[in-house]
């Protein structure tokens, strides 16, 4: 059972470069969520969703976007990346209301 | 805005000794979790509280949850050097619908020394 797969694992990107973050998850949750964990700041809800075809945005969303074509993938999209968004970045899934599942997360590096 | 914000931000204590950490949240919530991250991975989930519920026990773990005060406490009993990691609260603020929007303080960094 993987439960929450991410990939890349580390990512080095030049500003203005794009990128997907890739998020997959095998427990058929219909919850599933990104975040950004920066130092002394915690974690931040970048965006999320509820089931297939159905997306929010959450505290921090801006440069970021996602889709959400199958209940299993959730990839994030970072259009022109900027050094603002170094950070590690987490996806998470879980049935509604209940408790998260996290990957591993995904180290990026913008330069 | 973060919801919840974790308090102490660090605690340093004894192979043995309880360890206790608290919670202080904004708006009103429909649960309550809180979670354990070791370094440089992912968070783990360790128990979760409905708003309803005021004390749920797990192993070596005690939570508590007063909604008149809008805060939480996590106990860790018999504290063992493998439980040294950072601690987070996470909240789901009741906001209508079906929307399922969790968020995370800052959260409490725990050293256990041996």
């Known amino acids: 059972n993987a439960g929450v797969t991410q990939t890349p694992k580390f990512q080095v990107l030049k500003t203005g470069q794009s990128m997907t973050l890739q998020c997959a998850q095998d427990?058929?949750?219909?919850?599933m969520s990104w975040y950004r964990q920066d130092p002394g700041m915690g974690l931040r809800l970048i965006h999320y969703s509820v089931g297939a075809g159905i997306t929010d945005q959450g505290e921090v969303p801006n440069g970021y976007n996602v889709s959400r074509s199958t209940t299993e993938d959730f990839p994030l999209r970072l259009l022109s990346a900027a050094p603002s968004q170094t950070s590690v970045y987490f996806c998470a899934s879980s049935f509604a209301f209940g408790s998260l599942h996290f990957g591993n997360g995904t180290r990026l590096t913008v330069t | 805005s973060q919801q919840g914000e974790e308090d102490p931000q660090a605690l340093s204590i004894q192979e043995g000794e309880n360890a206790t950490m608290n919670c202080s949240y904004k708006?009103?919530?429909?649960?309550l979790q809180w979670y354990r991250q070791n370094s440089g991975r992912g968070l783990v989930h360790l128990i979760l509280?409905?708003?309803?519920?005021r004390e749920k026990h797990s192993g070596r773990l005690r939570v508590t949850l007063d909604t008149s005060k809008k805060s939480s406490s996590l106990l860790i009993t018999a504290s063992r050097a493998a439980d040294t990691a950072s601690y987070f609260c996470a909240t789901d603020a009741i906001s209508g619908g079906s929307n399922y929007k969790l968020t995370f303080g800052k959260g409490t960094l725990l050293t256990v020394n041996p």
């Open positions: 427990m058929n949750h219909e919850y």
């Open positions: 509280i409905r708003s309803n519920e």
């Open positions: 708006t009103s919530i429909n649960n």
